[in-house]
């Protein structure tokens, strides 16, 4: 079965610090692999997407990079957090596209 | 450019009242995929639907139901007999092309009291 794993649950960083949030996906080949973001009470905003190994697309500017080293795992990075990088982050798979499947979440505050 | 607009912020109900949610899109594609998730507490994306822009069946699943229309994008979703569990938010979401960038609305927080 196809499944998401993504970590850690929750994270509690200081402003300027650095930032690594990694997702897997098993049991699926070359899916196409997102990162959202979901401010505290607010809709989900998409941040990057990729359709293959080093194929990164970003969709707002932002103090925030993703890379994709491997076919299924996907990371979410920043060299130096700002208070406003606070937020709920979703990894989700796409399997050729029937369907979206969400990781768990990651709650990040920033202090 | 793909738009989704979920215009109620947050709606209130009493347990066992139905209850509709409102979901009206904007696309240019002539095959997209609409979806609705909800999003519990605890912060994760529930998948509940997806339908493709050639399906305009309405669909029954339990107490849920989804009303699709072309003619006025809109991808409404009714709970018939409202439950304290069905706490949520919300988020109707849109696809242009198969596994292509989901957009999702602001998202509508149902609470339902006991």
């Known amino acids: 079965s196809q499944t998401i794993h993504q970590w850690p649950a929750t994270l509690v960083q200081p402003v300027g610090s650095p930032l690594s949030l990694e997702c897997t996906v098993e049991?699926?080949?070359?899916?196409?692999l997102y990162w959202y973001r979901q401010a505290a009470g607010r809709g989900l905003q998409l941040l990057f997407y990729s359709v293959g190994i080093g194929q990164i697309s970003s969709e707002v500017p932002q103090n925030l990079s993703a890379s994709r080293p491997q076919d299924r795992q996907f990371i979410l990075s920043s060299k130096k957090l700002l208070l406003s990088d606070s937020g709920f982050y979703l990894c989700?798979?796409?399997?050729?596209?029937?369907?979206?499947?969400f990781g768990s979440g990651t709650r990040l505050t920033v202090v | 450019a793909q738009k989704v607009t979920q215009a109620q912020t947050e709606i209130s109900v009493v347990e066992k009242e139905d209850v509709t949610l409102d979901c009206v899109y904007e696309t240019r594609d002539t095959t997209y995929y609409l979806f609705w998730y909800k999003q519990p507490p605890s912060g994760e994306l529930v998948f509940l639907i997806r339908?493709?822009?050639?399906?305009?069946q309405n669909e029954i699943s339990g107490r849920y139901s989804w009303n699709f229309q072309k003619s006025t994008s809109s991808f409404n979703f009714t709970i018939t007999a409202s439950q304290v569990v069905d706490s949520a938010v919300y988020f109707c979401a849109l696809s242009p092309e198969y596994g292509n960038k989901l957009v999702f609305g602001a998202g509508t927080i149902l609470r339902v009291k006991s």
């Open positions: 049991g699926t080949s070359n899916p196409n």
């Open positions: 989700a798979f796409s399997p050729g596209g029937y369907g979206y499947t």
């Open positions: 339908r493709n822009s050639f399906d305009e």
